[in-house]
Nanobody, 129 residues
Framework: QVQLVESGGGLVQAGGSLRLACAAS????????MGWFRQAPGKERLFVAGITWNGGRVYYADFVKGRFTISRDNDKNTVYLQLNSLNAEDTAVYYC??????????????????????WGQGTQVTVSS
């Protein structure tokens, strides 16, 4: 079993930046695809970004393309999400998740929640306008 802990959230003004981290323990995530999702109050949890096991392929939701960057450091068992040019619509709890299917795969990562096996508890990002 793996534990995922997100950090780096907080309150930021519109136009600002944050860097989220997702640290894994209990099991290596270095062989597996990872995703970031977010959930705003009263709304469903949405895919934000994904990265394959070695960072060879990355994926973004259209609403964050060009503003957010996903990366990983497998030596540290950690995945990151750099958030730039934030706006009020980015306010949400951000979650990371690991997909244990298809280790070492560079095929497209799924964007549905059900494709991911373990989740962190989330970190709150609040953007003031």
């Amino acid at each position: 079993q793996v534990q995922l802990v997100e950090s780096g959230g907080g309150l930021v003004q519109a136009g600002g930046s944050l860097r989220l981290a997702c640290a894994a323990s209990g099991r290596t995530i270095s062989r597996y695809g990872m995703g970031w999702f977010r959930q705003a109050p009263g709304k469903e949890r949405l895919f934000v970004a994904g990265i394959t096991w070695n960072g060879g392929r990355v994926y973004y939701a259209d609403f964050v393309k060009g503003r957010f960057t996903i990366s990983r450091d497998n030596d540290k068992n950690t995945v990151y999400l750099q958030l730039n040019s934030l706006n009020a619509e980015d306010t949400a709890v951000y979650y990371c998740a690991v997909r244990f299917s298809d280790p070492y795969s560079n095929y497209d990562l799924p964007r549905g929640r059900s494709a991911y096996d373990y989740w962190g508890q989330g970190t709150q990002v609040t953007v003031s306008s």
